[in-house]
Nanobody, 115 residues
Framework: VQLVESGGGLVQPGGSLRLSCAAS????????MSWHRQAPGKERELVAAIGSGGGSTNYADSVKGRFTISRDNAKNTVYLQMNSLKSEDTAVYYC?????????WGQGTQVTVSS
């Protein structure tokens, strides 16, 4: 099983980034997917989640209206479009796959929002 995140980097406040998470080694279309983040000195928190079919999504209040989670089951990939980025969005972002008791994590990608 592999989850490989990409798309992180340094961006100015107000800018945008699109994170991708490519999955392999399991039946991607049967797993719920989510993005989480962890800032230095803070606990890991849920940012956004999407159901296996892509029809249901939910977001942390802090990112509602700015971030959009989506998935392409044909490409085994989940995305996180991040707009209007703020300095408080700075963190390592992780993707997660979950189905019943199965739980897989990626290695994370750094997002830094700074002028």
């Amino acid at each position: 099983v592999q989850l490989v995140e990409s798309g992180g980097g340094l961006v100015q406040p107000g800018g945008s980034l699109r994170l991708s998470c490519a999955a392999s080694g399991f039946t991607f279309s049967t797993y719920a997917m989510s993005w989480h983040r962890q800032a230095p000195g803070k606990e890991r928190e849920l940012v956004a989640a999407i159901g296996s079919g892509g029809g249901s999504t939910n977001y942390a209040d802090s990112v509602k209206g700015r971030f959009t989670i989506s998935r392409d089951n044909a490409k085994n990939t989940v995305y996180l479009q991040m707009n209007s980025l703020k300095s408080e969005d700075t963190a390592v972002y992780y993707c997660r796959a979950n189905r019943w008791s199965d739980n897989y994590w990626g290695q994370g990608t750094q997002v830094t929002v700074s002028s």
